[in-house]
């Protein structure tokens, strides 16, 4: 099992940044990917971001340029660094973790950006 602690929501105006943070912990070896997803009121759940045990990285049309991804390994902790944000950010973000055919997530963390 794989346990997943996201942090750093909130509310913020349009053009401001955030960034959250997701921790995992417990069976960690052989993770293959880690990213994030977000749901909006009434819509599905949508990939944002992902990144690669290699590095390698992948975002979503609505987000490139504004927000980056990244991971510390050492601390089995990704991240992701979103700026400029707008009212259509506003959504519950969950933090994705794949090893091997499993999947894993997190609690979901609240994102509200405000016009």
Not at 70 to 85: E, I, P
């Amino acid at each position: 099992q794989v346990q997943l602690v996201e942090s750093g929501g909130g509310l913020v105006q349009a053009g401001g940044s955030l960034r959250l943070s997701c921790a995992a912990s417990g069976s960690i070896f052989s993770i293959n990917r880690m990213g994030w997803y977000r749901q909006a009121p009434g819509k599905q759940r949508e990939l944002v971001a992902t990144i690669t045990r290699g590095g390698s990285t992948n975002y979503a049309d609505s987000v490139k340029g504004r927000f980056t991804i990244s991971r510390d390994s050492a601390k089995n902790t990704v991240y992701l660094q979103m700026n400029s944000l707008k009212p259509e950010d506003t959504a519950v973000y969950y933090c994705n973790v794949l090893r091997g055919i499993d999947s894993y997530w997190g609690q979901g963390t609240q994102v509200t950006v405000s016009s």
